[in-house]
Antibody
Framework: QVQLVQSGAEVKKPGASVKVSCKASGYTFTSYDINWVRQATGQGLEWMGWMNPNSGNTGYAQKFQGRVTMTRNTSISTAYMELSSLRSEDTAVYYC???????????WGQGTLVTVSS | DIQMTQSPSSLSASVGDRVTITCRASQSISSYLNWYQQKPGKAPKLLIYAASSLQSGVPSRFSGSGSGTDFTLTISSLQPEDFATYYCQQSYSTVTFGPGTKVDIK
């Protein structure tokens, strides 16, 4: 069965960076895009960007351009999302999710809580 | 960027009720519209893709319709497990989500 398993919770200081991992199993990792979506407590879903694990091509939401980097290691079927220059407003649960044809996302990781606090 | 709005932002309903949620895009998105259900503390779940296609494993009481700028999600007979927040998402041009509609118990 398709599974996306994310790394554990992180606590970071303002100005630092965080790197979240997302290990895929149950399907061919290079055949589907990986999207990253975040959700602050009590708030809605915010799309951050996508990555094609086969080519490494990426597309980022304008809000995160220059601060986010999405990469992958195909040998271990793992995607990564790194967010830099963290501020308190970046405190949220970060999800990876598999992209389906047409742009929907059909499988989601369990989420990783990133807390930014001094 | 394409902006998405949803109405209502919240609603109270009873088991067995027919529930309709509306999603509107700021410009035409053809049928590139998807619906998700999210329960507290859980990841979202895909319900409907391409405006009206039911995701595998999703009960048939869920249905979607619309194209262009106006879309609806309908739950034909609300069940106890359907109390959740529902989000629309456009995938026509990058991706944006609607603000969500919370469905709770009347």
């Amino acid at each position: 069965q398709v599974q996306l398993v994310q790394s554990g919770a992180e606590v970071k200081k303002p100005g630092a960076s965080v790197k979240v991992s997302c290990k895929a199993s149950g399907y061919t990792f290079t055949s589907y895009d990986i999207n990253w979506v975040r959700q602050a407590t009590g708030q809605g879903l915010e799309w951050m960007g996508w990555m094609n694990p086969n080519s490494g091509n990426t597309g980022y939401a304008q809000k995160f351009q220059g601060r986010v980097t999405m990469t992958r290691n195909t040998s271990i079927s793992t995607a990564y999302m790194e967010l830099s220059s963290l501020r308190s407003e970046d405190t949220a649960v970060y999800y990876c999710a598999r992209g389906a044809p047409g742009g929907a996302v059909d499988y989601w990781g369990q989420g990783t809580l990133v807390t930014v606090s001094s | 960027d394409i902006q998405m709005t949803q109405s209502p932002s919240s609603l109270s309903a009873s088991v067995g009720d027919r529930v309709t949620i509306t999603c509107r895009a700021s410009q035409s998105i053809s049928s590139y519209l998807n619906w998700y259900q999210q329960k507290p503390g859980k990841a979202p779940k895909l319900l409907i893709y391409a405006a009206s296609s039911l995701q595998s494993g999703v009960p048939s009481r869920f249905s979607g319709s619309g194209s262009g700028t106006d879309f609806t999600l309908t739950i034909s007979s609300l069940q106890p497990e359907d109390f959740a927040t529902y989000y629309c998402q456009q995938s026509y041009s990058t991706v944006t989500f609607g603000p969500g509609t919370k469905v709770d118990i009347k």
